[in-house]
T-cell receptor
Framework: DQQVKQNSPSLSVQEGRISILNCDYTNSMFDYFLWYKKYPAEGPTFLISISSIKDKNEDGRFTVFLNKSAKHLSLHIVPSQPGDSAVYFCAAFAGTASKLTFGTGTRLQVTL | EAGVAQSPRYKIIEKRQSVAFWCNPISGHATLYWYQQILGQGPKLLIQFQNNGVVDDSQLPKDRFSAERLKGVDSTLKIQPAKLEDSAVYLC????????????FGPGTRLTVL
């Protein structure tokens, strides 16, 4: 049972344009969401997070939007840069003591 | 601040052999996780330690996988005997108590079972 879904396995965006990565979840108990970025041969690194009490969180070029009624979140990267090319994982918690559940990842390629 | 260290980085073994992975978390991090990431999937939690105690091992295949964190610092994950479907990247992560939202991951060990 895949509780966190990233339906687009890959995305290609031109440098300077907006990248939008999507994530859907099924577990209504999830109350904290995170995005991780992963380069080849490295472990995932934390990028940005959002609590279920908010609908938006910004950090520089990265913004995460949460639509609880639709059980959907998205990561916007503006402007996209070649260094943003990586695999992005959406992940979720259901309470502080619960485990982190990851999506399957979206590979972003930012082209020149 | 040094990151999470893992070794070896790569390991190739034949099915039915044994293998062990080592993880050294960030200094002071009480919580340690082992994840399995199969190609094309997201990381899946195998086991979570709080200091030297197990918090969650519900997804650890205990007939062949074992893990320990005897002194509450370093940890080892063992597979005995390995199966073809164990081919994956094994990631170790650690977290500071109280900062539950951010786990720091090591580079992982890529295991290939032939």
């Amino acid at each position: 049972d895949q509780q966190v879904k990233q339906n687009s396995p890959s995305l290609s965006v031109q440098e300077g344009r907006i990248s939008i990565l999507n994530c859907d979840y099924t577990n209504s108990m999830f109350d904290y969401f995170l995005w991780y970025k992963k380069y080849p041969a490295e472990g995932p690194t934390f990028l940005i997070s959002i609590s279920s009490i908010k609908d938006k969180n910004e950090d520089g070029r990265f913004t995460v939007f949460l639509n609880k009624s639709a059980k959907h979140l998205s990561l916007h990267i503006v402007p996209s840069q070649p260094g943003d090319s990586a695999v992005y994982f959406c992940a979720a918690f259901a309470g502080t003591a619960s485990k982190l559940t990851f999506g399957t990842g979206t590979r972003l390629q930012v082209t020149l | 601040e040094a990151g999470v260290a893992q070794s070896p980085r790569y390991k190739i073994i034949e099915k039915r052999q044994s293998v062990a992975f080592w993880c050294n978390p960030i200094s002071g991090h009480a919580t340690l996780y082992w994840y399995q990431q199969i190609l094309g999937q997201g990381p899946k939690l195998l086991i979570q330690f709080q200091n030297n105690g197990v918090v969650d091992d519900s997804q650890l295949p205990k007939d062949r996988f074992s893990a320990e964190r005897l002194k509450g610092v370093d940890s080892t994950l063992k597979i005995q005997p390995a199966k073809l479907e164990d081919s994956a990247v094994y990631l170790c992560a650690s977290r500071n108590t109280g900062n539950y939202n951010e786990q720091f991951f090591g580079p992982g060990t890529r295991l290939t079972v032939l």
